[in-house]
């Protein structure tokens, strides 16, 4: 009976180990500050998370042929946790890694209709060609301090662009900026109106890693 039991406990953690899930977080500046705090991240959450980050990336950060190009606008702000190139073929590294999940946080640096419309197809043929879960991050809302050239109905649309688009698909909208403005406090975690603080970042991959255990 020892032994059976011992070997239901041991077939039980292989098809956990067998089932892990493994989280790729892609973005630009807003995705490079949160993985500041990767180690914290480690400690907190089950899943291992890669990161593919640089500030100031827009969407095409995956272009078509699904490969993300490094430090080509500001290679001193980018973290590469996935592979040791600056090009990284997506497909190639999610199957070597055994990535089951992506986080996409992209868009605030270009938020014109026709790229919300590409990333919507590029992240439709990514999720059909790696069979893994995608879930895209909408833009978060600017709090205006004057520095940059933002407005928030741009912001707006182009997310309701997205969450249409993605509808059809097989790719999971989740909402952080209706996360942020379900209050006002958001507006005090934010020194220049685009970036925010810890606990923000917090919030959001909170949201992201429920959303996950939801679809799983």
Request: overall charge neutral; glycine content about 4%; aromatic content about 10%.
């Amino acid at each position: 009976i020892i032994n059976e039991k011992n070997q239901v406990e041991t077939e039980a953690v292989k098809s956990e180990k067998l089932f892990e899930r493994k989280l790729l977080i892609i973005g630009d500046s807003n995705a490079y500050i949160m993985s500041r705090n990767e180690e914290h991240y480690k400690n907190k959450y089950k899943y291992k998370i890669y990161w593919l980050a640089e500030s100031g990336v827009g969407t095409e950060f995956i272009n078509d042929e699904l490969m993300v190009k490094f430090g080509e606008l500001k290679s001193q702000y980018v973290k590469n946790t996935l592979g040791k190139t600056k090009n990284i073929f997506l497909l190639d590294e999610i199957k070597e890694k055994g990535i089951t999940d992506i986080a996409v946080l992209l868009g605030v640096n270009s938020l014109k209709d026709a790229s919300a419309k590409s990333l919507c197809d590029t992240l439709t043929k990514l999720n059909e060609l790696s069979k893994t879960d995608i879930y895209y991050v909408s833009v978060l809302p600017y709090v205006n301090k004057e520095r940059y050239k933002i407005q928030n109905k741009d912001i707006i649309k182009f997310n309701n662009i997205m969450k249409e688009k993605l509808s059809l698909s097989k790719v999971n909208y989740v909402d952080a900026y209706g996360l942020l403005t379900e209050t006002e406090e958001y507006k005090k975690e934010t020194t220049d109106g685009l970036h925010y603080s810890t606990m923000i970042y917090d919030r959001i991959l909170d949201k992201i890693m429920n959303t996950l255990v939801q679809n799983n």
